[in-house]
């Protein structure tokens, strides 16, 4: 591999890496029966929750500093190279069906751009000024959070979109799967997810990607629920897109209401199908305009649209 002008001992780099040891007991496992590689796999996957767990707290400050920032309009920005950047494409395109979030709100970066969703693009990570020219595409504001994310934790695209976010302001986090990393010191918020050694050396779209999953899923969707885009465990602001949906929306309002099958259709029917609106019929029995005015001066949480009703 050619040394890049900003890292010219990338071998010795990678070599200090957790998620790049080589695992001696493992270097015969290609003779092992399908069943029992399978079994030390699950094994290893096994692994990864407990090591989320120990970034619990840290977790948990991104989400609230993430949640305040959108809470005043920003957005929530990822930004990664390949399974890190696919990751972040993939839990930002899930915001707006389950979330109903508005377009833009949640987006996914990846060097390289759409195309590096499904193909390598040859020098994109290795590129922060790459980085920098996708987050100025976007217009970014100081409202608005970036989340690196890297299992090695030193690539080049995350680095520099986190470094250049931070420098205008934004709030960032940086989510990695090694100690010590450089994405985490450049970011306000650092999560660093120790998987250690992969099944197949270097092979991180393994344990670090199913950590960085997890950790993206928290994110999102704790994040949204502070932002009231649920009501208890309901998601109430689901987007009835499709018929699985359309009927998921009706379930959530007899799980919210225990109202009968014809109120949940003339409540949907009077709320143009807007599952948080419909509930705040049945619930506080007023009608669809009160309900849209309820919500719309709480700021979209329902609870406090209920407790408005009843003060």
């Known amino acids: 591999m050619t040394a890049t002008p900003h890292h010219p001992n990338l071998r010795s780099q990678l070599e200090t890496l957790t998620t790049e040891a080589f695992r001696p007991e493992l270097a015969e496992i290609d ?33 609230d500093a993430v949640a305040a920032r959108m809470t005043r309009g920003g957005r929530l920005i990822y930004a990664g190279a ?23 709100q949640v987006v996914g970066l990846i060097a390289g751009g759409p195309e590096a969703m499904v193909t390598s693009v040859e020098g994109a990570e290795d590129s922060a000024e790459l980085a920098r020219a996708d987050l100025d595409a976007l217009g970014l504001t100081a409202d608005d959070s970036v989340v690196g994310v890297s299992a090695s934790g030193r690539t080049p695209y995350a680095v520099g979109a986190v470094e250049h976010a931070r420098a205008h302001g934004a709030l960032t986090v940086g989510l990695a799967c090694n100690g010590d990393s450089a994405l985490a010191a450049a970011a306000e918020h650092g999560i660093e997810v120790v998987t250690g050694p992969e099944l197949i050396t270097g092979s991180t779209r393994l344990k670090a990607g199913t950590a960085q999953k997890l950790v993206l899923n928290m994110l999102s969707t704790i994040t949204m629920i502070r932002l009231g885009k649920t009501y208890g465990n309901l998601m109430v602001d689901v987007r009835a897109s499709n018929e699985k949906l359309r009927a998921r929306s009706r379930r959530i309002v007899a799980l919210a209401t225990g ?50 009703t009843k003060g």
């Open 31 to 63: 003779q092992l029966p399908t069943l029992d590689i399978a079994r030390v796999m699950n094994g290893e996957d096994a692994a990864v929750p407990a090591a989320v767990a120990e970034r619990l707290p840290e977790i948990a400050a991104a989400v």
């Open 82 to 104: 390949g399974t890190a950047g696919r990751l972040g494409v993939l839990d930002a395109s899930e915001c707006p069906p389950t979330f109903n979030t508005a377009p833009g």
């Open 259 to 308: 109202a009968a099958d014809d109120e949940i259709e003339r409540a949907l029917t009077a709320t143009d199908g807007e599952v948080k609106h419909a509930i705040l019929t049945l619930l506080a029995d007023v009608d669809g305009p009160t309900a849209a005015r309820l919500l719309e001066d709480s700021g979209g949480h329902l609870r406090a649209a209920l407790a408005a």
